[in-house]
């Protein structure tokens, strides 16, 4: 009964109401998650992802990559044994593919990478040491020609050393001999005079044996004249385990006069996750946006790839997975509130509620909850939407939000709910860490839809329990 009268007037107010419901979702207090790519822009940093041509079939995620991002990398397309896998045979096509969609996205792009011991064709290895330098300089020279005013940064060389700090004993090092580094930096300056040209590997992220070799061997480019003009710390991190010297390290990079980014950044912790490791991977992910912010220098933060439907993890290393900042299904995990907050955002959820300053008792009152549907965005055949669930008298720890769209849009992918569709209705629940509302607070959810003729305003409606 009570469900029918509030429905009903929620349903009037937004017949008459539509614009103002609106504008109410620019009030801080129900601010939407602002996109992480519109809070770095505005504190001068980028936030970029990874994706590959096949993620980028997956139109949800694809709009997900668009709306956080503004940088790109390529999971796979720049790499020797797609772009090169014969001799002088060169395939950009992935490649391209990828940079279009970034450029269609308002994204700039890292390209990586040019010499690697991985993913790297067997010709290339077995070639005898003469002919393997000659190969290294012809594909970085085409591949960087190819690609010369189309991307912000090249990761030159990857993953050259290894933890004790000693070079990599790759087919590379073992035929090349130490000089092989510097010869590709020099190949890609002599291709492409602009683009920013990285030096990138894993387990250099906090100082040690490993990151102290790096800088040494930037210090010595820059007092050559070898030319380099950034480090990427690629951050391929556990869950409790992100090393406390991170910023320092950063920094001491920042000072011999390179600039660094965080190019691969991940999380992982052996699955399943629970809320326990999801809420110490979401204080993990600030502490390293907060280690790259807090250096002028650190140019921006990559990770590989946004949601854990993609992530390259369970497949490298068995039993661990859940890396990233959006789950399985494309929603928000408390990563990403955390990475938002980082960022100077409101996060997904009002401050307010996820940090009250007193404990609050339930009056033991019927447990009631309202929402409101606002259309925070729209452009041709899409559109963002935002839902704020506003607790009643009592508290509450779960809340349901169902609606029918009257013109048969579409959810295509939600942030801070759990959503099932079925023909145009919709039924949104709260996650784990959005349930909990005191007496009268809000929290809110988010979704990327589509629309063809209309996009008319849902009546929604809402039960706590
Ligand atoms: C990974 C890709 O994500 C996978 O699809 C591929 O099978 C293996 O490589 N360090 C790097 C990246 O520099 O290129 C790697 O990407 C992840 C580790």
Same mark, same amino acid.
């Given at each position: 009964m009570a469900r029918r009268t509030w429905q009903a007037g929620i349903s009037a107010m937004v017949t008459a109401l539509g614009v103002v419901a609106i504008t109410l979702t620019n009030a801080p207090e129900a601010a939407a998650a602002s996109p992480l790519r519109d809070l770095a822009a505005a504190k001068g940093v980028y936030f970029g992802t990874a994706a590959t041509v096949g993620e980028l079939n997956d139109s949800a995620y694809k709009a997900l990559g668009a709306r956080e991002a503004d940088m790109m990398t390529p999971g796979n397309e720049m790499k020797w044994d797609t772009t090169e896998?014969?001799?002088g045979q060169f395939n950009f096509g992935p490649g391209d593919a990828v940079v279009a969609a970034a450029t269609a996205a308002n994204q700039r792009v890292r390209g990586h990478?040019?010499?690697?011991?991985? $993913?790297?064709p067997n010709w290339v290895q077995n070639l005898p040491a003469t002919e393997l330098r000659q190969a290294m300089v012809d594909h970085i020279t085409t591949e960087v020609n190819h690609y010369e005013g189309k991307l912000y940064a090249w990761d030159v060389v990857n993953e050259a050393f290894s933890e004790d700090g000693t070079?990599? $004993?790759?087919f590379w090092q073992q035929k090349l001999g130490d000089g092989y580094i510097a010869e590709a930096f020099r190949a890609a300056r002599a291709a492409d005079p602009a683009v920013k040209l990285y030096y990138n590997d894993y387990n250099t992220d906090g100082v040690g044996a490993k990151s102290d070799a790096v800088y040494n061997m930037v210090k010595s480019f820059l007092q050559q004249g070898v030319p380099i003009d950034g480090v990427g710390l690629q951050a391929h991190l556990i869950v409790g385990q992100v090393p406390g010297s991170m910023r320092q390290n950063i920094q001491r990079f920042v000072d011999l006069g390179v600039e660094v980014a965080i190019t691969e950044l991940d999380i992982r912790m052996p699955t399943p996750a629970t809320a326990a490791k999801l809420a110490t991977q979401a204080s993990d992910y600030k502490a390293a946006a907060d280690a790259c912010l807090a250096?002028?220098?650190?140019v921006g933060i990559t990770t590989?790839?946004?949601?854990?439907?993609?992530?390259w993890i369970p497949s490298v290393f068995?039993?661990?997975?859940?890396?990233?900042?959006?789950?399985?299904?494309?929603q928000a995990k408390p990563a990403y509130d955390a990475l938002n907050r980082a960022y100077g955002g409101t996060g997904s959820t009002p401050t307010s509620t996820t940090t009250p300053t007193t404990p609050t008792t339930p009056t033991g009152g019927a447990k009631s909850c309202t929402a409101s549907y606002a259309i925070v965005s729209q452009w041709q055949g899409g559109f963002q939407g935002e839902v704020k669930v506003t607790a009643g008298g009592s508290a509450v720890t779960a809340w349901t939000v169902t609606w029918t769209f009257p013109n048969g849009q579409s959810v295509s992918s939600v942030w801070n709910a759990s959503v099932v569709t079925s023909g145009s209705g919709v039924t949104a629940k709260n996650l784990n860490y959005n349930g909990r509302l005191d007496p009268g607070a809000g929290t809110a959810f988010g979704f990327l839809g589509s629309w063809n003729s209309a996009n008319g305003i849902p009546s929604v409606a809402c039960t706590a329990s």
């Open positions: 896998p014969n001799r990478t040019l010499v690697w011991h991985s $993913q790297t070079r990599r $004993q790759s250096v002028a220098g650190c590989w790839g946004l949601s854990d439907k993609y992530s068995p039993g661990e997975g859940a890396a990233l900042p959006f789950d399985d299904a494309l």
